[in-house]
């Protein structure tokens, strides 16, 4: 069984910095393609980035492009997400989720971590 655990999100000033983690467990990821979407109050879940787990490639949205940073660890099978230069409009709920590169649909998603950014 494929388990997600988020953790990392805060309360944080705009302009700072958080950086969430993502363990993932219950099976090996090769071939997998690992992502982070968010959803704020009152809105549709969006996509944030992603990245392969055998290759290290990697896509955001251009919403967090050039201030968010998707990275992976193999061995520790934890991926991160690296948020810099906060806005107000980065408050959401934080979800990790995952795929096969085969589908297009993410089968496992974690429980989310909330990520508040004041003005």
């Known amino acids: 069984q494929v388990q997600l655990v988020e953790s990392g999100g805060g309360l944080v000033q705009a302009g700072g910095s958080l950086r969430l983690s993502c363990a993932a467990s219950?099976?090996?990821?090769?071939?997998?393609?690992m992502a982070w979407f968010r959803q704020a109050p009152g809105k549709e879940r969006e996509f944030v980035a992603a990245?392969?787990?055998?290759?290290?490639?990697?896509s955001y949205s251009d919403s967090v492009k050039g201030r968010f940073t998707i990275s992976r660890d193999n061995a520790k099978n934890t991926v991160y997400l690296q948020m810099n230069s906060l806005k107000p409009e980065d408050t959401a709920v934080y979800y990790c989720?995952?795929?096969?590169?085969?589908?297009?649909?993410?089968?496992?998603w974690g429980q989310g971590t909330q990520v508040t950014v004041s003005s």
């Open positions: 989720a995952v795929r096969s590169s085969l589908r297009r649909t993410y089968d496992y």
């Open positions: 219950g099976r090996t990821f090769s071939g997998y393609i």
């Open positions: 990245i392969s787990w055998s290759y290290g490639t990697t």
